[in-house]
């Protein structure tokens, strides 16, 4: 354990480590890579649970430089019957750049692979762009309100692109991550909003929706997640150099009902109201979970 060493170098060897684990095991991952390109189904699908079992060696390794950095006070629950055979939505509340992180360091290894949607730009991001392309990270192409008013041919296209990324996800037990959400709770985009809730954003649905409608025959359950940086929450280089004493996760399992499951969410708004009431109720609920832990957690 080198915990004893100042935050800054041990932030810095993090970010050496965890790129050294990224130059490590890309070779074996671009070759999957590119073998996965063959047109042949049985193929394709052995290379994408081989391409999984690299991402996941690579989160245990970034875990194991976590663990010899750092000693950080873990308090998880929920843990149990998950399985990796199953698929799964998981949703979380969205704090910090280092959720992802902790959600992946938390269950990596206990459900399947988790993938989540991105932004398209970011498919130019060195290494990890193309690692999530070759991992069938959905890359997803936002259109403003005023764009669609003027090419109104690209409307819906997010919803394509959506179904066209859960098509990959039917062979596989895949686990599906969506911050609700859609940003990071800060106070001022909290006030802007005129968020009801005390600790969270505006949930977004759609996201959401969406999936469930593509996905409706593989996912049934929905990992809700909840967060607590009893210390506060700082950023991914807090994570990283180890200024985060505490973390608190609470998992809960919540099926999700059938009547959402292979529902259009754009064009039927007797579902799209129905899901939106169920979300801000899971939402309401976390809210007042998250009081209840910081309460529980908080220093005398």
Same mark, same amino acid.
């Given at each position: 354990?080198?915990?004893?060493?100042?935050?800054?170098?041990? $932030?810095?060897?993090?970010?050496?480590?965890?790129?050294?684990?990224?130059?490590?095991?890309?070779? +074996?991952?671009?070759?999957?890579?590119?073998? /996965?390109?063959?047109?042949?189904?049985?193929?394709?699908?052995?290379?994408?649970?081989?391409?999984?079992?690299? &991402?996941? =060696?690579?989160?245990?390794?970034?875990?194991?430089?976590?663990?010899?950095?750092?000693?950080?006070?873990?308090?998880?629950?929920?843990?149990?019957?998950?399985?990796?055979?199953?698929?799964?939505?998981?949703?979380?509340?969205?704090?910090?750049? &280092?959720?992802?992180?902790?959600?992946?360091?938390?269950?990596?290894?206990?459900?399947?692979?988790?993938?989540?949607?991105?932004?398209?730009?970011?498919?130019?991001? +060195?290494?990890?762009?193309? &690692?999530?392309?070759?991992?069938?990270? +959905?890359?997803?192409?936002?259109?403003?309100?005023?764009?669609? =008013? /003027? /090419? +109104?041919?690209?409307? $819906?296209?997010?919803?394509?692109?959506?179904?066209?990324?859960?098509?990959?996800? /039917?062979?596989?037990?895949?686990?599906?991550?969506?911050?609700?959400?859609?940003?990071?709770?800060?106070?001022?985009?909290?006030?802007?909003?005129?968020?009801?809730?005390?600790?969270?954003?505006?949930?977004?649905?759609?996201?959401?929706?969406?999936?469930?409608?593509?996905? $409706?025959?593989?996912?049934?359950?929905?990992?809700?997640?909840?967060?607590?940086?009893?210390?506060?929450?700082?950023?991914?280089?807090?994570?990283?150099?180890?200024?985060?004493?505490?973390?608190?996760?609470?998992?809960?399992?919540?099926?999700?009902? =059938?009547?959402?499951?292979?529902?259009?969410?754009?064009?039927?708004?007797?579902?799209?109201?129905?899901?939106?009431?169920?979300?801000?109720d899971i939402w309401q609920q976390k809210d007042q979970h998250i009081t209840e832990l910081m309460k529980i957690h908080s220093k005398?």
């Amino acid at each position: 354990m080198l915990h004893f060493l100042p935050h800054g170098l041990r $932030g810095t060897l993090a970010v050496l480590l965890i790129l050294a684990n990224t130059l490590l095991l890309y070779p +074996p991952l671009l070759l999957l890579s590119v073998i /996965k390109m063959i047109p042949v189904t049985a193929l394709r699908t052995l290379c994408t649970r081989l391409l999984n079992r690299v &991402a996941v =060696a690579w989160i245990n390794n970034n875990g194991r430089t976590m663990r010899l950095l750092h000693r950080l006070d873990w308090q998880v629950e929920g843990l149990e019957s998950l399985e990796q055979n199953q698929w799964y939505f998981v949703t979380c509340n969205h704090q910090s750049w &280092a959720d992802i992180m902790v959600t992946q360091n938390v269950l990596n290894n206990r459900i399947p692979l988790m993938k989540f949607f991105l932004k398209k730009e970011l498919i130019w991001v +060195p290494l990890l762009g193309i &690692a999530w392309w070759a991992l069938d990270f +959905p890359f997803m192409k936002r259109y403003s309100k005023e764009l669609l =008013a /003027k /090419k +109104p041919h690209l409307q $819906g296209k997010d919803l394509e692109t959506t179904r066209k990324a859960c098509e990959k996800f /039917k062979y596989t037990p895949v686990t599906v991550f969506n911050f609700l959400e859609g940003t990071r709770f800060t106070p001022e985009k909290h006030q802007a909003q005129n968020s009801p809730y005390t600790h969270l954003l505006r949930p977004k649905a759609g996201g959401a929706g969406f999936v469930l409608g593509a996905m $409706g025959e593989q996912l049934h359950t929905m990992l809700d997640i909840t967060i607590v940086y009893p210390d506060g929450a700082g950023g991914i280089w807090d994570y990283l150099a180890g200024r985060m004493q505490r973390i608190v996760v609470t998992i809960k399992r919540r099926e999700i009902p =059938a009547q959402f499951l292979g529902r259009d969410y754009v064009n039927d708004p007797e579902f799209r109201n129905q899901f939106q009431n169920w979300v801000s109720d899971i939402w309401q609920q976390k809210d007042q979970h998250i009081t209840e832990l910081m309460k529980i957690h908080s220093k005398p």
